[in-house]
């Protein structure tokens, strides 16, 4: 039989509906989110790999670079290197005050780690954003909300095909409504949550997004904290350093155990009444009560002579406490490798190989890219287009023909780059000598160059060290870098 497409046989075409991936997720959702807190909370292994992805791929926030499409807009250099500088500075004023924040707690910057965070913990957080008092009227700003408060109400708990996880959809499979657990005025649980709209046209402008990590299937609407496939390693490594801890204990504690011989004649006073009376010996007139063979404690020092047919055994932990670096250094780096993080990475512990390490790094940035990618598509580059497109209708931006033209045309004018923590400088003087070859190739920019390097801005830059020559007239001297000589001192070992 032939698998071309027939039309009279519609057969073919009938659209396939497997397992729905949300109502999976959502069973699911509420454990791994709880035993992910936990993890964060209460192990130095969980802690230490979000930490570390926290430090690595936001730092101290993701820096915006203005990158307007020039094949679209036919903007000359002055215009273009115009708008790209009071776009930069004007957002770069603006993120930096705590005025951008619901709470009036965070700048942009700050909020970038603690969103990050929330989206590594719970799989997602929801991201609110607004005017103040209308539309581009006055300053517009956002709110973050835990992934964990996005839950079915309470009285249709039961996930079903328009609802699952606390997201509803419409008739196409589009979400459209969250739903958020709510508490009464006296802080008790209500059992109850409250649907919000994704866009209410009502309120001027507000949206809600749901901004999601651990994405595998395209219509999955929530998303897997990133701790979820290595949770039950992080578990059972904390439990396999409590019992190392707990032999060390048992070793400090100096306990023994007392034996008899099988045949020997029962003293008329047992060892274990004569500790116990050296302990805690009667008082006067108080009667000698039975002993307690749990409440005896070898004391600090004391020499005690056994009766004939006893002996003295400590006790000792069989955990084998001795393999416990050997098992950390087997198991770190397959829970390093669970979440995407080199266990170098991880434990900030380097091969003394240059090359070796900076394979690492190069390969590690890669997967830091991805992070920032999700962070820049669902946080920064929405809170961007809003501060940028508020900035131009108030007449602070200039952008020739943003306000005329169609959707194409004011993306290509909001189109931005986001640019992350500089990578690990192993060997500065490498790194740098790696950009100036570039460089003089004709292969990166010095703005680029200034970025990746240190994580400022290039024009800034430029602007402080005309200022400094201003102060100090006198020449720097600077010597020529020889590449070919600099490479024979570093060879690797």
Known sequence: MSNEYNPK???GITPYFPLDINQLVSAFKRNL?????????ETSTGAMILNTLVEFVVGQGLEAQSSPENSVLGWDEDTRSKFVSEAESFFRMYAGSRRIDHYGKLNFYQAQKVAFYNGLVDGDFLLRRSYRNGHHDYEPYFQILSGKWVRNPMDNSIDTKKLAGGVEFDEAG??????????????????TSKPVYKYNPRSGFEEYNLVRFGIREANQVRGIPVLTPILSDIFDLEEFKIAYRMKAATQALFTGIITSEKDAPAPAVSTIDTIRNLQTPPQPGEAEMPHNVDDVKMGSGNIIQLNP??????????????????????????????????????????????????AT????????????????AGFCTPEWEQVIDWGIRRGLIEAP????????????????????????????????????????AGLETKEQACRELFQTDYEETVERIRKEQEMNPAPTVVKDINIQDSDKEGNDE
């Open 9 to 11: 046989n519609r057969s």
């Open 33 to 41: 989110t709880d035993r992910s807190t936990l993890a964060a909370a």
């Open 174 to 191: 589009r979400e459209y409504r969250y739903w958020i657990a709510q508490t009464m005025a006296d802080l008790v649980d209500s059992l």
């Open 309 to 358: 047919g006893e002996k003295f055994d400590m006790a000792e932990s069989k955990v084998p406490a001795a393999d416990y670096k050997q098992y950390m250094d087997t198991e770190l780096p397959q829970i390093t490798a669970g979440v995407g993080l080199a266990y170098e990475m991880g434990l900030q512990r380097y091969n003394d190989n240059y090359s070796a390490s900076r």
């Open 361 to 376: 790094i190069a390969g590690q940035e890669k997967k830091f890219k991805n992070y920032r990618d999700d962070l820049a």
């Open 401 to 440: 023909g943003y306000l005329e033209g169609d959707w194409r045309y004011r993306q290509a004018v909001l189109a931005v780059t986001w640019v992350g923590p500089a990578p690990i400088n192993i060997d500065p003087k490498k790194e740098v000598e790696a950009h100036i070859l570039a460089i003089n």
